[in-house]
């Protein structure tokens, strides 16, 4: 006679040892430094330790020139922040976010060149008098001598460029590589046709040597050292932002949309809306890293918003944790530090090395860095449900 028993089940824990569940491995912000705090005050606590962190610390302790390739790789950070949105949570592989950081870095590069060239009584910048330019100040560069244009124009030009292009792509219901190759061909038509236009935008050499901002000069260490603040704030509070995005309604329905765009059409919802925005606000992130990326590095020019850099953007976030906002800016940042590090010492190897660095986390790692302790643990927990199984073939 066969007796069929029901396996014994775990007793619950109780008391002050019980630890509240674990978030899911692609939690938007996942905290795992403070594990002690309720669940309740680890978000504002982990943006509060960035804020020392970056604000505080950093001006503290690296030189003039330390804080200045960060406040260079915080401004990629920023750029991840708007690849996490479109691409770890909406599943839009954006390979042309070269075009918008390079829009929003024009815009502000030429407000910049007008205010030097107002301040020293020149008619025009100082390139254009090099090459010649005839019929004085193009048309389209006389409304980014006013402030508030140009600083509107950092953020609203990018938006509304891809805006159009996401309304004539995702209405289509063009997706996947399609999408992706429509995009890094933008950036590359981007790029050649600067390149072409060399009397009003500096061709190859791009926009560079620029002496003050907004009436700071730029040569003054203090002043580069306010420039890395603002550009520390900004990334903090675009990271709020977009959390608020990911754990709000619209966060969740852009996951939906990621994982099932058929189904999420036929409960009544327009999918190519939801893309849109999040390809919009990418956009606007993107353009406003290239506008901070300006006063902090010194210069604007095609090399920094073609094709290869546009793949780099995407390749930071995807080290780091396309789905997680902390993995995508600090792999942002390892790997901007590591092209700085590594392409001077081999300088025709790091693009394959950066290709390869895509190709692994993509294929073998999907959830980045941030996901490797959960993939770790995942390996070394037995699965329960296997181990009744095999307990009750063997009676």
């Known amino acids: 006679m066969t007796t069929t028993s029901t396996p014994p089940t775990a007793p619950a824990t109780t008391g002050p040892a019980a630890e509240p569940p ?19 005050f680890r978000v504002p606590a ?11 610390v950093a001006p503290l302790l690296l030189s003039d020139f330390r804080l200045g390739l960060l406040a260079k790789y915080l401004c990629y950070g920023i750029v991840a922040v708007g690849v996490s949105l479109a691409w770890g ?41 090099l090459y010649g330019t005839e019929g004085g100040l193009p048309w389209w560069w006389q409304p980014f001598a006013n402030p508030v244009f140009a600083l509107a124009m950092t953020v609203l030009l990018p938006m509304a460029v891809a805006a159009l ?6 209405r289509r219901r063009v997706k996947g590589a399609y999408f992706a190759i429509l995009s890094q061909a933008l950036a590359a038509a981007l790029a ?12 190859t050499n791009g926009l560079t040597d620029f002496q003050g901002f907004f009436g700071y000069d730029l040569n003054d260490p203090v002043n580069q050292r306010m420039v890395y603040i603002v550009i520390a704030i900004a990334l903090l509070l675009l990271m709020a932002l977009a959390r608020q995005l990911f754990v709000s309604r619209y966060g969740e329905l852009l996951i939906a949309v990621r994982d099932s765009e058929e189904r999420v059409r036929f409960l009544g919802y327009n999918p190519a809306n939801v893309k849109l925005v999040a390809y919009v606000a990418a ?11 300006v006063p902090a590095v010194g210069i604007i020019s ?4 073609g094709v290869v850099p546009s793949i780099g953007f995407v390749i930071g976030a995807a080290v780091g944790g396309r789905a997680s906002l902390v993995g995508a800016v600090l792999g942002a940042i390892a790997v901007a ?11 025709a190897g790091w693009t394959y090395l950066q290709g390869l660095l895509f190709v692994v986390a993509v294929g073998f790692l999907p959830g980045g860095l941030a996901s490797l302790r959960t993939v770790l643990r995942g390996r070394r927990t037995p699965d329960p449900g296997a181990a009744t199984t095999t307990k009750g073939a063997a009676a």
């Open 283 to 293: 956009a606007g992130m993107a353009g406003l890293a290239g506008a901070l990326f």
């Open 89 to 129: 949570r909406g599943g839009l592989l954006v390979l042309g976010q070269g075009v918008f950081f390079g829009l929003g870095g024009y815009a502000m590069a030429m407000h910049l060149k007008l205010a030097d060239a107002a301040a020293t009584g020149q008619p025009l910048p100082d390139f254009m008098q």
């Open 46 to 56: 982990a943006f509060l330790l960035g804020a020392v962190l970056l604000v505080g």
């Open 302 to 305: 095609p090399a920094l918003i």
């Open 22 to 40: 674990a978030g899911p491995p692609d939690a938007p912000f996942p905290i795992r430094f403070l594990p002690r705090l309720p669940t309740r």
């Open 337 to 347: 530090w590591a092209q700085s590090t590594l392409s001077d010492a081999w300088p």
């Open 165 to 170: 292009l996401g309304v004539l792509v995702f």
């Open 192 to 203: 050649i046709w600067l390149v072409g236009q060399q009397a009003t935008t500096g061709g």
